[in-house]
């Protein structure tokens, strides 16, 4: 009873990961033969970029604050509030900000990819583009993985930034620790190494969230229940994608820059 | 030329083609009429693959659709148009983004000449000034003549309508049958209508087939089918419920 069942699950999901790969591999040879729609592009990173600001703002400064503060709480008891900073922007930098901020874009941004595509889907104009002589990898998936692509590490980085100015206020205006220390430490410990770490993750993450949205909404099923079906798929597994794919390159990446 | 080889198509467990096989010679003006749900729309999918077989051949120009993958069907599908059976159009473009999509993706034209050609292709469906509008602000008999006009601005050799007429008043539907001969005898196209009307179909086709469970079950001249003795014909084309028959079942 349970072998079947089990089986059949394995099978559906490695169907459902070699759609996937197939769908990456479409749209990275269609960047190579095709010239992406410029104004797509655009339209998109506006969409992505400009509208999750708001979103990734709050996010950044929600986190480095609360961040701060119980770090603040328990380095106080051993006497080290100054390193205080060291910690926040170590792990704003590369494990909090990327995932956090690509978190919220899987949220805003898969959902609407998803519901985007698979309402054309169900409603017949993803065939009405193939009848076109338009591939809808070309049209609708690559300007949408380059904008996330694109958008992903800014919207990383400025949640970051975000973060660790937040966490300098609450830290050093609300908490009392000495500004100078603060930012001296913060910048002692803090490494290069660290910043570009959060930006290749998030990188990746965008990337990752645009296509497996994106394959949500092209294999949308029938009707609205398809649609709103494919939309939480969209979001669930993006999200999933983001935490268990951080910790891996979290293990490579250190390797890499750290020897 | 188009023809189609022992076609079989089911969707789970549902048979929708049993084998249909028919063949469609170029410059032919053909409607296929069959009872709703017969798998009309899903035979005229098949003839531009936008869906794939389970078994059979569907070969245009003597080239197998089957075989070819995604982009060399792009390819293909450059001489076909077709007409939804929904319109299909884009709801996030505005008609007239809608109507010279093609043309904006071939680059081949500069902005004024391909406004001008979409206010040529809606002044054939009669429809004017209606360029900045979005889908969703027009009728359903509206979308369906924009979508027309989708399929027919950029020539192609093979057009497809899905229930061209269904939806518009009856001087609506007058009108795009005229559109629809015409463009078949000035452009020289082949067409390929689904419908089912029957002054319709005897207004645009020479030649008419019906699908019947899931084969071709009726094929020739349209005057001949439209009074064929063949009862099954016969209770289609005269819309007769046989004396027998208890439900739609
Ligand atoms: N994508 C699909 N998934 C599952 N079943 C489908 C799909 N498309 C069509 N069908 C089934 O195939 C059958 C034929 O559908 P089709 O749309 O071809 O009918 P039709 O002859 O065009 O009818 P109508 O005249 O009402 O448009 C229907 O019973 C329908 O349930
Ligand atoms: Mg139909």
């Known amino acids: 009873m349970v072998v079947p069942i089990l089986q059949q699950r ?190 290749i993750k998030a990188t990746l993450f965008g990337a990752a969230i645009a296509v497996i949205s994106c394959y949500k909404g092209l294999s949308c099923q029938q009707g609205a229940e398809g649609v709103g079906k494919a939309t939480t798929e969209a979001v669930v597994y993006s999200s999933i994608t983001v935490l268990v794919a951080n910790f891996f390159l979290t293990l490579f990446l250190t390797r890499l820059f750290k020897g | 030329m188009i023809e189609v080889r022992d076609l079989w198509k089911s969707f789970g467990p549902q048979p929708v083609l049993l084998g249909t096989c028919l063949r469609i010679e170029k410059g032919e003006a053909v409607v296929i009429i069959g009872r709703s749900g017969g798998g009309k729309s899903v035979l005229l999918k098949h003839l531009i693959a936008l869906l794939q077989p389970d078994r059979g051949q569907v070969l245009v120009d003597g080239q197998d659709l089957c075989r070819l993958d995604e982009r060399q069907l792009l390819q293909v599908r450059r001489k076909f148009g077709m007409l939804f059976q929904m319109a299909a159009l884009f709801d996030s473009l505005t008609v007239y983004e809608n109507v010279s999509f093609v043309l904006q993706r071939e680059r081949r034209h500069t902005e004024a000449q391909m406004r ?28 369906k003549r924009v979508g027309l006009a989708r399929a027919i601005i950029y020539r192609p050799e093979i057009l497809l309508y899905d229930e061209p007429t269904t939806g518009l008043d009856p001087v609506a539907g007058a009108r795009i049958d005229q559109l629809i001969h015409r463009v078949w005898e000035q452009l020289h196209v082949t067409s390929i209508a689904v419908t089912h009307d029957m002054a319709s179909a005897r207004r645009i086709s020479k030649r008419i087939l019906m699908l019947h469970e899931g084969g071709i079950y009726a094929d020739g001249p349209s005057a001949d089918i439209l009074s064929s003795t063949d009862p099954v014909v016969h209770n289609f084309v005269n819309g007769i419920v046989p004396a027998d028959s208890q439900s739609f079942a």
């Open chain 1, 10 to 199: 394995v099978r559906y999901l490695f169907s459902e990961l070699g759609e996937l790969a197939h769908i990456a591999g479409e749209a990275f040879r269609s960047l190579r033969h095709h010239r992406p729609s410029w104004r797509d592009f655009v339209e998109q990173l506006h969409f992505i970029g400009v509208k999750s600001q708001s979103v990734v703002i709050t996010t950044g400064a929600a986190t480095g604050m609360v961040l701060c503060a119980q770090t603040y709480f328990q380095f106080h008891k051993v006497k080290m509030d100054t390193a205080t900073g060291a910690v926040v922007s170590v792990g704003m930098c590369s494990e909090l900000g990327p995932v956090l901020a690509c978190l919220m874009i899987a949220g805003r941004v898969g959902a609407a990819m998803a519901a985007e595509l698979g309402t054309m889907k169900v409603t017949e104009q993803i065939d009405a583009l193939r009848t076109l002589a338009t591939h809808p990898v070309d049209h609708l998936v690559v300007p949408r993985l380059l904008a996330a692509t694109v958008a992903a590490p800014l919207l990383t980085a400025e949640a970051v930034a975000v973060g660790i100015f937040a966490s300098w206020m609450v830290g050093a205006h609300l908490l009392g620790i000495d500004s100078a220390y603060y930012v001296a430490n913060m910048n002692r410990y803090t490494a290069p190494t660290d910043v570009v770490t959060g930006l």
């Open chain 2, 116 to 143: 001008k050609l979409v206010a040529e292709a809606l002044e054939m469906v009669e429809l004017r000034g209606i360029e900045e509008k979005k889908p969703a602000e027009l009728s359903g008999g509206m979308r």
